[in-house]
């Protein structure tokens, strides 16, 4: 059974940093590339960042700096390190393994496999 389960989101203040990780298991974890995927009320579902098998990244243009991808093959887990976080940037953060071949894959179609979420919530 495919399973990607992520986790790390919680309250922070505007300005703070947090780490989600995203942990897979049920599918050849280091063959694919891995995403991370948003959906608030206001922004509906937005694409966040890429890596691919070989660890190659791509970051939505508003996250570039701020935000950094990384992968552990070896623990088959996916990582999203957020800094300067903002208010509008309150989501639900999702990661997604795209279909073989697609990279880097920036919409819902191209995702084979989604977890659950994990809920970040920006506040003062």
């Known amino acids: 059974e495919v399973q990607l389960v992520e986790s790390g989101g919680e309250l922070v203040q505007p300005g703070g940093s947090l780490r989600l990780s995203c942990a897979a298991s049920?599918?050849?974890?280091?063959?694919?590339?891995m995403n991370w995927i948003r959906q608030s009320p206001e922004k509906g579902l937005e694409w966040v960042s890429a890596?691919?098998?070989?660890?190659?990244?791509y970051y939505a243009e508003s996250m570039k700096g701020r935000f950094t991808i990384s992968r552990d093959n070896a623990k088959s887990t996916v990582y999203l390190e957020m800094n300067s976080l903002k208010i509008e940037e309150m989501a639900k953060y999702y990661c997604?393994?795209?279909?073989?071949?697609?990279?880097?894959?920036?919409?819902?179609?191209?995702?084979?496999?989604w977890g659950p979420g994990t809920q970040v919530t920006v506040s003062s």
């Open positions: 997604a393994g795209a279909f073989p071949g697609v990279w880097p894959a920036r919409t819902r179609f191209e995702y084979k496999y």
């Open positions: 049920g599918f050849s974890f280091a063959d694919y590339a």
């Open positions: 890596i691919s098998w070989d660890g190659t990244t």
